[in-house]
């Protein structure tokens, strides 16, 4: 198990780039957190298998209506996370699609 921080650029806020992120996170068997940053950014932090981790991040790109200009990936010590959840921007934690 690794734990990735990504850092995805381009036109993914008010898309429905989250909830795709955690729709592909969730048939995956990735856990983690997305949210959105007040720079316009978003940030991934998912824990799973290495290869399926690569796929994951590779699959970012084909969320509808999102243009993804970049994604900066960091691997970092592992994190344990119960699911894949969204994080509202004022620090909720999302239970629904």
């Known amino acids: ?17 989250r909830a795709c992120v955690r729709r592909i996170a969730s048939d995956m ?5 997305v949210m959105n940053l007040p720079d316009g950014k978003v940030q991934v932090y998912a824990t799973g298998d290495p290869m399926i981790l690569e796929k994951f991040v590779s ?17 970092i010590p592992v994190k344990n996370f119960d699911d894949f959840a969204i994080i509202k ?6 239970s629904g699609l």
């Open 1 to 17: 198990m690794k734990t990735l921080q990504i850092v995805v650029i381009g036109r993914v806020q008010g898309v429905g780039f």
């Open 29 to 33: 068997k990735i856990r983690g957190t």
């Open 59 to 75: 699959m970012l790109y084909g969320c509808p209506r999102a243009q993804v200009r970049d994604v900066r990936v960091l691997e």
């Open 89 to 94: 921007s004022e620090g909720r934690i999302s």
